[in-house]
């Protein structure tokens, strides 16, 4: 699809986030998982070897481990961010370094959708100057336009 | 931070075709503990359909929610020591200490049971209130000394809004953590609500931090607004003849400088203030009244020094003492 077909947005960030101060915008993960499954093997090494040491660099998120009930589910990690968005990613088949790298990515990123970013700037003060208009250096009625002087 | 969840992890069944339909479950906002997925393809949509329609819930009532664990995930996240029990007591509104009394008096509980050992947030939100303006408008009043006060009082109103505040704190989360009667919650619930936070923040770590604070999530949302936006001005040429007699300049004297189009329907006609033959300002509109009043608009702007191309807000610095204190005891 083209740029026309598929959503897009402008460079922003939530709440000016970073201005004042750096808030991390992701609020809280969830790791659910079946104990059996043969695809959930990456996520139970995660969970016995590299989720305490995730957690303790990240004490601002609250990481959930839990079972996923019902026969059969894959297992995924759920991203909730503080300007509402839920991401769901599935973590099936991948080894523990990768759902920590998974994690970190996601850690780092602010909820806003993930399509296409229109510009890769974006500033609140585009004209230092003035923003130019057709009249701007053009003189104005009052000037007064007097003879020449004659050279001397 | 970590949590095991309490539940027995169960004994999983076989995969079979389960993992061809995990896909299919569109997950959006679900809970955890999904429904098997059925075979049937309707009934799949059904469910699917049903999911979408149930009525929104608050967080705390859906799946992997532990509160101490997110209040003090709350604290590090805005970088900041709170007392925890001062930040539980920040979250509680009165209107929930009354739900949950008449619910207990509902059940038929004696009167000992029915009374809430819990402190609602209303202190703490005054305080919160009153040393926000007080420091916000000691910081305009140091970063804009010809400002007056009425323009100050414009801008730390519109700050302190109920629209504002709610939506900064609905960007915190902090509609998570509140604790009150009605869901979705009302915006004065988490205007209330953040100036608790705010108010507990100034009992755990002091004025100094407070305000460094209120500086990194206040001052930012007046990025990209104009002063005549926030503060509303209904004579700008009375103010700029005030403004001008302060400071002993003669009245202006406004002057067509440029006009194009002047018949026609879309004029545009450039009016310049002039104070003894010396131009203080410039602005266009429509038609010659609007070109003034926008020409004593941009000239009071320019007194003030609010014009667009100003020095943006310093946020490095951390604000002295004596700034911080002076707020508190001019409360």
Redesign the interface.
Known sequence: MTGRGSPSRFLAA???NG???Y??QL??L?L?F??????ARGARQFVEEA??DF?RQH????????????????P?L?AEY???T?R?E?VASRTSEEIVQLATKLANQSGLDIIRIRKPFHT??P????QWH??TN?P???TVQGPRLQPQ | LLLRAARPLLAGAGRGTALGTAPGTAPSTAFSTAPPPEKKRWHRAYLELQRLQAPPQRRSEKPNWDYHAEIQAFSHRLQENFALDLLKTAFVNPCYIESEEARRRQLGLDKDAVALQLQDNTGLAEQGLRFSRAYLAQCFEGAYPELPAKGIEALVNFLTSQELVSYVAQNLSIQDLALCRDFPTPPDVLQRTFLAVIGALLESSGPERTGIFVRDFFIPQLIGKDLFEIWEVVNPMGLLLEELTKRNISAPEPRITRQLGVSTVLPVYFVGLYCDKKILAEGPGETLLAAEEEAARVALRKLYGYTENRRPWDYSKPKQGLAAEKAISSN
């Not at chain 1, 004209?127 to 003035?130: P, T």
């Open positions: 939530v709440l000016h201005v004042g101060r808030v991390r609020q809280r969830q659910l079946s104990p059996t499954a043969a695809d989720a305490q957690a004490p601002d998120v609250v990481l959930y481990v839990s079972p996923h009930s019902g026969p059969g589910q894959a995924v759920r503080l300007n509402g839920v769901e599935l609140d003060n004209s230092i100057q003035g057709p009249l053009k104005s009625i009052l």
